[in-house]
């Protein structure tokens, strides 16, 4: 697949669109929603899709933190298009997104079952297991 990688705007339709998406892959099968707090740095935050057709296939969110490092989270792919190179291609476009803006490294916390996506793609485990959102997650940084 070739989608297209691209940054949509906060509150825009394309923005509706990933929240679907955010809500079906990474909230309904942790039994969870999201808050107004959840929400609450979407408005500051980069927003990136991959789009084919203008449907949203993918996407994950850039948040730049106050003290200077980059953070990438809410990664999800529409179940039906995982496995096919649309989170490799977001993650891609994230990381010359955030070389560009001049940032040296990025991190996430990554959920214990995307461990070996973020491997696959130079990122490093740094510390032990911890909690969020009820399931065990690591924090991940790569250099850039
Ligand atoms: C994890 C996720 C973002 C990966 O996106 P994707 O489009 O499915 O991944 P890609 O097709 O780009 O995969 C790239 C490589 O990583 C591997 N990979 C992807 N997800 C994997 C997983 N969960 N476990 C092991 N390997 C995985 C693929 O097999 C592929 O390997 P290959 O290059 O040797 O074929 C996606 O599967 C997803 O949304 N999962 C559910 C939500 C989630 O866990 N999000 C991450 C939260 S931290």
Sequence with gaps: MHPSIRLFTYGSPDYLLSLILRYKILRIPLGLTYSAK???SDQSDFHIGAFENEQLLGSLILT???NNTIKMRQVAVDDTFQGKGIGSALLQFSETFAKLKG????HCHARKT???FYLKHGYTIVGDEFPE???PHFY???SL
Aim: charged share 30%.
């Design 103 to 106: 940032f040296e490294a990025i």
């Design 114 to 116: 995307a461990v070996p």
């Design 140 to 142: 991940m940084e790569k």
């Design 64 to 66: 730049l933190n106050k």
């Design 38 to 40: 959840d929400l609450e």
């Design 133 to 135: 959102v009820n399931i």
